[in-house]
C-alpha cells in the first residue's frame, strides 16, 4: 500500500493542543443553546428558521455531486498510519469506480479519503462541522460545505450516499456509524451497505453485537448482516459496486441546473 500512495511529511496530531480541545466546551453562538432546555418563544422560532436555512444551504451545495460513498473515521490518525493509508487508498479506488468521495472535511481519515479521491483526479466533498476549537477543512477537497449542527451535517452525509466505508475512529465515528445502521434496520433508508474496515479495531464492537445484544434479544440476529466487516478494499469495492449498480436510477435522475435559483 505504501508502494501505491506517496507519503506526505507526518504532522503529529496528537500534540497538537487545539485538536485535544475538541468538545470541552459548547462552541460560542446560538447553536450551542439548542439543547439548553426551553427558551423564548421567538428565540426558539428564529432557530428554527436558521436550522431550515442550513439545511437549504447543504440541499443546493449537494445537489448535483452526484452519487457519493461517505468514509467515516477519526481525525487523529497521522498520515503515514496504516489506518490513514488504508483510508487513502479506499479513496482512490471509490473515485475511480465514478463515485464521489464524501468525509466530514477535517483531518485524518478525512483527509486521507478526500486525498485519495483527489490523487485520481475524482470528486472529493467536504461537509465539515463547528467545533470549539476550529477544525479546519482539509486541503484536498473539491466542494466544502461548512454546518453549525451535527445533526444537518449527519443528513448531509447519508443523503447523498449509496454506501458507508467506516474506519477506525472515536465517539463521533461510532455515532455516525450507529445512526446510520438505524435508519437502515428501521427502514428508514435503503439498505446502503455499510463497511467496517480494520478488523482488529471493531472486532470487540463486532463481538459485543454478536454475543450481548443478539443474545439479549436486543436485535435480530439478521441485522448482523447489515454490516460488512472486512481488511480487503477488494471485497469492500465489490459490494459497493453492487449497491452502485442496484440504486443507479435512484441517482441518475435527471438534474437541470435554474438559473433563477444561481444554480
Same mark, same amino acid.
Request: hydrophobic share 40%.
Given at each position: ?15 497538537n493542543t487545539q485538536q ?77 469506480m465514478d463515485l464521489a ?45 461548512? %454546518? ?15 454506501? %458507508? ?12 456509524? %450507529? ?41 435480530d440476529p439478521t441485522d448482523?448482516?447489515?454490516?460488512? %466487516? ?34
Amino acid at each position: 500500500m505504501d508502494e501505491q500512495l506517496e507519503q506526505s511529511p507526518e504532522v503529529d496530531l496528537e500534540t497538537n493542543t487545539q485538536q485535544s480541545r475538541w468538545g470541552k466546551e459548547p462552541p460560542k453562538g446560538v447553536e450551542r443553546d439548542l439543547l439548553a432546555g426551553p427558551s423564548f418563544r421567538r428565540s426558539e422560532f428564529m432557530r428554527v428558521v436558521r436550522i431550515a436555512a442550513e439545511f437549504i444551504r447543504g440541499f443546493r451545495a449537494l445537489h448535483f455531486v452526484g452519487p457519493c460513498v461517505t468514509v467515516f473515521g477519526s481525525a487523529r490518525f497521522n498520515s503515514g498510519s496504516p489506518h490513514y493509508e488504508l483510508a487513502r487508498l479506499m479513496g482512490k479506488r471509490i473515485a475511480e469506480m465514478d463515485l464521489a468521495v464524501m468525509t466530514g472535511g477535517g483531518p485524518g481519515i478525512m483527509e486521507a479519503a478526500n486525498r485519495g479521491a483527489r490523487d485520481v483526479g475524482g470528486k472529493s466533498i467536504g461537509c465539515n462541522i463547528e467545533l470549539p476549537m476550529e477544525q479546519e477543512p482539509n486541503p484536498y477537497l473539491d466542494k466544502f460545505v461548512e %454546518f453549525r449542527y451535527f445533526f444537518v451535517r449527519k443528513v448531509m452525509l447519508v443523503k447523498y450516499s449509496c454506501a %458507508f466505508v467506516v474506519m477506525p475512529g472515536g465517539f463521533g465515528t461510532l455515532d455516525e456509524v %450507529f445512526e446510520t445502521l438505524v435508519l437502515i434496520q428501521t427502514g428508514k433508508i435503503h439498505n446502503f451497505p455499510i463497511i467496517l474496515m480494520g478488523r482488529d479495531y471493531w472486532q470487540p464492537i463486532v463481538d459485543f453485537a454478536r454475543f450481548n445484544l443478539v443474545e439479549a434479544g436486543a436485535i435480530d440476529p439478521t441485522d448482523l448482516d447489515l454490516v460488512t %466487516f472486512t481488511d480487503d478494499p477488494d471485497e469492500a469495492l465489490e459490494v459497493i459496486a453492487q449497491s452502485k449498480v442496484a440504486h443507479a436510477a435512484r441517482f441518475s435522475r435527471t438534474r437541470k441546473a435554474l438559473w433563477w435559483l444561481r444554480e
